[in-house]
C-alpha cells in the first residue's frame, strides 16, 4: 500500500544517459531504505543499486559501477537514478522499490515489501 511513483524512462541511443525519479508518500518514505532494480523479459528481476536512508551508503551491482549512481533528497521524498554510458543490454524495466523495516539498504528482492509500477528504458545500438 506503500505508493512509489515512477518516472523518466524512454529510448536512448547507446552512450547516451537517462534519469529516473521515483516519488513515494512522506509517511511511507521517512526511515527506509529505498533501491532500484531492472528485470528484462525473460530474466529475473536483477538489484541494481542501493541506498540508505541518510544517503551516506550506496551499493550497486558490479556491472553498475562507474556508470549508474543512486541518490535521494528526502526533503522531496524521492530518489534518483542517473544512468549514464548506456548499453543495449540495459534494455528492461526499471523498478524502484521500499525496504520499509531498515533504513540500510539491501541486495535482495525479498527484502523490499513495496515496489513502483516500473518504467521502460530502452537503449539502441
Known amino acids: 500500500q506503500v505508493p512509489l511513483v515512477e518516472s523518466g524512462g524512454g529510448l536512448v541511443q547507446a552512450g547516451g544517459s537517462l534519469r529516473l525519479s521515483c516519488a513515494a508518500s512522506?509517511?511511507?518514505?521517512?526511515?527506509?531504505?529505498m533501491g532500484w532494480f531492472r528485470q528484462a523479459p525473460g530474466k529475473e528481476r536483477e538489484f541494481v543499486a542501493g541506498i540508505s536512508w541518510s544517503g551516506l551508503s550506496t551499493s550497486y551491482a558490479d556491472s553498475m559501477k562507474g556508470r549508474f549512481t543512486i541518490s535521494r533528497d528526502n526533503a522531496k521524498n524521492t530518489i534518483y537514478l542517473q544512468m549514464n554510458s548506456l548499453k543495449p543490454e540495459d534494455t528492461a524495466v526499471y523498478y524502484c522499490?521500499?525496504?520499509?523495516?531498515?533504513?540500510?539498504?539491501?541486495?535482495?528482492?525479498?527484502?523490499?515489501?513495496?515496489w513502483g509500477q516500473g518504467t521502460q528504458v530502452t537503449v539502441s545500438s
Open positions: 512522506a509517511r511511507t518514505f521517512s526511515g527506509y531504505a
Open positions: 522499490a521500499a525496504r520499509t523495516t531498515s533504513a540500510s539498504a539491501s541486495p535482495f528482492v525479498r527484502d523490499y515489501p513495496y
